[in-house]
């Protein structure tokens, strides 16, 4: 659609009577949001690319890392954490650049970087003979932890801005369902990035991989070319020094003590849910006794119980209220986990990772939904960087997960750390009560 026919919807939207006759058409089916916003439309076709891009990336290392270092299972689940340690120093700084500068040329420059940097690495496995025994060549364990490390300054820089770009393409009224649609991304490329990646080491090995990467990351680029930011909201307060402005958005959050609670309960995802993925390589050849194919389909059941969960939040909504159901969703990914570590059978526990993978995707949304819907959009950026902090603690508890299966077992670790994470999942659904109450 174009720009003319957007600005006079909106125009239109002033009225009451078009604005209900439209509220209860976009109701009906979240999914028309893509059609009638254009810079929405490129955005979200945009973050598939991202998120396949990091799946393929997260994917692909674990097994090169699991091959280069003969199965070690503490550095195959310590690598891909990195991505993620970047974000605790980062992170905030990131926020206050989201309220500063352009979020369009930030996302730009950046993929444009993760881009040269998947093609340098590619051409440094191509130059190992993977297949050797010993491996030869100028790779080394330790390469892909650099990889990772430049691909999370990246993550760490665009996360915060993606999001906050979402509320700058669709007017307040259709944020709902913009985010729901915009997370659909994640489980669609959650089954298609691991297949992908999977399918590719099998037959043609890894250096592919970094290649498909790198041109997911191009794209993008060009996707944001065309895309203007058309419903950012400009602040008329005069500018402060950056770490003035980082402390405006830290006590921000800490007064409004509804994202306070939001963010808390995050924390159990990103210690939980995440290093699961980072260590299905793992589970997947000890417990399960499978390889990089069959770690692919597991890696995609997670992304296709998110899918499910997508078309049904875009197509009817919320049932009851948003901040109950995302509780939900944070109880019931604990249960499935906690089931999954009992589980030595491949088909239960593709089935079980589905059931996580649903409880995953209503939690995420539900969750990122409320908070983007308090926040005003001048603290937006900030905001955000804040609410994604939590995934810089995601390598310490991999470490600790992967250190725990290291002298113990896959199976005995996420048993554990399922139980716990379950406990704290309930307290929070008891104690939380505004959050619980929000619609």
Same mark, same amino acid.
């Given at each position: 659609?174009?720009?003319?026919?957007?600005?006079?919807?909106?125009?239109?939207?002033?009225?009451?009577?078009?604005?209900? +006759? +439209?509220?209860?058409?976009?109701?009906?089916?979240?999914?028309?949001?893509?059609? $009638?916003?254009?810079?929405?439309?490129?955005?979200?076709?945009?973050?598939?690319?991202?998120?396949?891009?990091?799946?393929?990336?997260?994917?692909?290392?674990?097994?090169?890392?699991?091959?280069?270092?003969?199965?070690?299972?503490?550095?195959?689940?310590?690598?891909?954490?990195?991505?993620?340690?970047?974000?605790?120093?980062?992170?905030?700084?990131?926020?206050?650049?989201?309220?500063?500068?352009?979020?369009? #040329?930030?996302?730009?420059?950046?993929?444009?970087?993760?881009?040269?940097?998947?093609?340098?690495?590619?051409?440094?496995?191509? /130059?190992?003979?993977?297949?050797?025994?010993?491996?030869?060549?100028?790779?080394?364990?330790?390469?892909?932890?650099?990889?990772?490390?430049?691909?999370?300054? /990246?993550?760490?820089?665009?996360?915060?801005?993606?999001?906050?770009?979402?509320?700058?393409?669709?007017?307040?009224?259709?944020?709902?369902? @913009?985010?729901? $649609?915009?997370?659909?991304?994640?489980?669609?490329?959650?089954?298609?990035?691991? /297949?992908?990646?999977?399918?590719?080491?099998?037959?043609?090995?890894?250096?592919?991989?970094?290649?498909?990467? @790198?041109?997911?990351?191009?794209?993008?680029?060009?996707?944001?070319?065309?895309?203007?930011?058309?419903?950012?909201?400009?602040?008329?307060?005069? +500018?402060?020094?950056?770490?003035?402005?980082?402390?405006?958005?830290?006590?921000?959050?800490?007064?409004? #003590?509804?994202?306070?609670?939001?963010?808390?309960?995050?924390?159990?995802?990103?210690?939980?849910?995440?290093?699961?993925?980072?260590?299905?390589?793992?589970?997947?050849?000890?417990?399960?006794?499978?390889? @990089?194919?069959?770690?692919?389909?597991?890696?995609?059941?997670?992304?296709?119980?998110?899918?499910?969960?997508?078309?049904?939040?875009?197509?009817?909504?919320?049932?009851?209220?948003? &901040?109950?159901?995302?509780?939900?969703?944070?109880?019931?990914?604990?249960?499935?986990?906690? @089931?999954?570590?009992?589980?030595?059978?491949?088909?239960?526990?593709?089935?079980? !990772? &589905?059931?996580?993978?649903?409880?995953?995707?209503?939690? +995420?949304?539900?969750?990122?939904?409320?908070?983007?819907?308090?926040?005003?959009?001048?603290?937006?950026?900030?905001?955000?960087?804040?609410?994604?902090?939590?995934?810089? =603690?995601?390598? =310490?508890?991999?470490?600790?997960?992967? =250190? !725990?299966?290291?002298?113990?077992?896959?199976?005995?670790?996420?048993?554990?750390?399922?139980?716990?994470?379950?406990?704290?999942?309930?307290?929070? =659904?008891?104690?939380?009560?505004?959050?619980?109450?929000?619609?």
């Amino acid at each position: 659609m174009s720009s003319d026919v957007t600005k006079t919807d909106f125009c239109a939207d002033q009225t009451g009577s078009a604005n209900s +006759r +439209r509220a209860r058409f976009v109701r009906t089916s979240s999914f028309y949001t893509v059609k $009638l916003y254009r810079d929405f439309r490129f955005l979200w076709v945009g973050n598939f690319f991202t998120v396949g891009a990091q799946w393929i990336q997260i994917l692909t290392i674990g097994w090169l890392v699991l091959k280069l270092t003969d199965g070690n299972a503490l550095l195959t689940g310590t690598v891909v954490g990195v991505r993620t340690l970047p974000v605790l120093l980062i992170g905030p700084w990131a926020g206050v650049l989201a309220d500063r500068a352009d979020r369009r #040329k930030i996302v730009m420059i950046t993929q444009f970087c993760m881009a040269a940097a998947a093609i340098t690495f590619a051409f440094l496995v191509i /130059a190992t003979d993977l297949d050797s025994d010993p491996i030869s060549g100028p790779l080394k364990w330790w390469h892909p932890f650099i990889y990772m490390a430049i691909g999370g300054i /990246a993550h760490s820089i665009i996360q915060p801005v993606r999001q906050a770009m979402v509320a700058n393409t669709v007017p307040r009224h259709d944020l709902a369902s @913009a985010l729901a $649609l915009n997370g659909m991304a994640h489980p669609t490329m959650r089954i298609i990035g691991p /297949a992908l990646g999977g399918l590719l080491i099998a037959t043609l090995g890894f250096k592919w991989n970094f290649f498909v990467e @790198a041109a997911a990351y191009i794209a993008i680029v060009l996707l944001m070319f065309p895309v203007k930011l058309r419903y950012r909201e400009e602040s008329n307060r005069q +500018r402060t020094s950056a770490i003035k402005s980082m402390a405006e958005g830290l006590r921000f959050v800490w007064q409004e #003590k509804r994202i306070l609670q939001l963010i808390i309960m995050s924390l159990i995802p990103n210690f939980l849910f995440q290093p699961l993925a980072f260590l299905l390589p793992v589970f997947t050849t000890e417990v399960l006794h499978r390889g @990089a194919g069959s770690g692919g389909l597991l890696a995609a059941a997670i992304g296709g119980g998110g899918i499910i969960a997508a078309v049904i939040i875009a197509s009817i909504g919320y049932v009851f209220r948003k &901040g109950l159901v995302t509780f939900l969703g944070l109880v019931g990914g604990c249960v499935f986990i906690l @089931a999954f570590a009992q589980s030595h059978w491949f088909i239960t526990s593709m089935f079980l !990772l &589905g059931g996580l993978g649903f409880c995953q995707y209503i939690f +995420r949304v539900g969750n990122s939904t409320l908070l983007q819907t308090i926040v005003p959009d001048e603290l937006r950026g900030r905001v955000m960087s804040i609410y994604f902090l939590d995934n810089g =603690l995601t390598p =310490l508890a991999t470490l600790l997960i992967s =250190l !725990l299966v290291h002298i113990w077992s896959p199976s005995g670790a996420f048993s554990v750390v399922a139980g716990v994470a379950l406990v704290l999942a309930v307290v929070q =659904l008891i104690s939380f009560r505004s959050v619980r109450q929000l619609e």
